[in-house]
């Protein structure tokens, strides 16, 4: 197996490490996993979705990598590239189709294996970029600054339609619901 080899695989467990962090906070309802899976059906919560999944699948990788003896320096801070970016691009994508049509769940699934995909292609390309020194610890305080700030906008959500849960009708963790 090769590294081309390995992310055609890891597209598909990207998938469904996904489908894990998307019902760890259902599983597992406490403060800590507040912190890294969506605590409801909001666009906003789902982010973290994406963030949490980039981080998991870059310690497994490291791992992986460590016992085939692959040589990728850039592991973290391609992971951490990818979840700042997939956030924007997922947006770019998904909210004119939300705005215009409403809510449909293939198309949100398809939309994430979709930036999945690209990522995976981004990373095969980034890692065999030459080594860039500190990137990794760059990434880690980037992934610590993403968690802290999904943290805050989990408990303090935006009175926005970002942060709003429609089937729920309610903001981010709050136990309140809004009135019809």
């Not at 979840?83 to 994430?112: E, Q």
């Amino acid at each position: 197996m090769n590294l081309k080899h390995w992310k055609i695989i890891d597209t598909l467990l990207l998938f469904g490490i996904s489908f894990l962090v998307h019902f760890l906070y259902e599983w597992f309802p406490n403060p800590l996993s507040a912190v890294f899976a969506p605590v409801n059906e909001s666009i906003w919560e789902h982010m973290k979705l994406l963030s949490t999944t980039f981080f998991l699948n870059a310690i497994l990788e490291y791992f992986l990598f460590y016992i085939l003896k692959w040589k990728y320096e850039n592991l973290f801070l391609g992971a951490f590239l990818s979840a700042l970016l997939s956030i924007p691009i997922y947006f770019l994508f998904y909210l004119p189709v939300h705005y215009l049509f409403g809510y449909f769940m293939w198309y949100a699934i398809l939309l994430l294996f979709l930036i999945f995909l690209f990522f995976n292609i981004f990373m095969y390309l980034f890692l065999q970029r030459k080594y860039y020194k500190n990137g990794n610890t760059v990434a880690f305080i980037g992934f610590i600054a993403l968690f802290i700030l999904f943290s805050y906008l989990t408990y303090r959500p935006i009175k926005q339609d970002l942060f709003f849960d429609h089937k729920e009708q309610k903001y981010s963790i709050n136990n309140y619901v809004i009135a019809s």
